[in-house]
Nanobody, 125 residues
């Protein structure tokens, strides 16, 4: 069974940086993309960034220029480097294996195969 475990969250001040990691228990070719999502109380989970199996990436408009998604196939890991963080970036961040391409994922059109448990990111003013 494929499992995903997020780590790297924490508390930072506005303008700070964090690097989130997602460890995948088993590498697989059987997916269209992997992505990072954020969820806050009272709002739907939204796509932050996604990467296709060929390495091409897509970002949510609000995140462009501030985050970089990457993968390390040798380590079965997915990463999200987050810079210039803002209070509105606060939330629980999840990684996922998905059935849609990266550009579809970040605009809300996706079907999840697997979710991780999440890692909390808190950005203070």
């Amino acid at each position: 069974q494929v499992t995903l475990v997020e780590s790297g969250g924490g508390s930072v001040q506005t303008g700070g940086s964090l690097r989130l990691s997602c460890a995948v228990s088993k590498y697989t070719y059987t997916f269209y993309s992997m992505g990072w999502f954020r969820q806050v109380p009272g709002k739907e989970r939204e796509g932050v960034a996604a990467i296709n199996s060929d390495g091409t990436v897509s970002y949510a408009e609000s995140m462009k220029g501030r985050v970089i998604i990457s993968q390390d196939n040798a380590k079965n890991a997915l990463y999200l480097q987050m810079n210039s963080l803002k209070p509105e970036d606060t939330g629980m961040y999840y990684c996922a294996i998905l059935n849609q391409t990266a550009d579809e994922v970040v605009v809300g059109d996706y079907e999840t195969k697997y979710w991780g448990q999440g890692t909390q990111v808190t950005v203070s003013s």
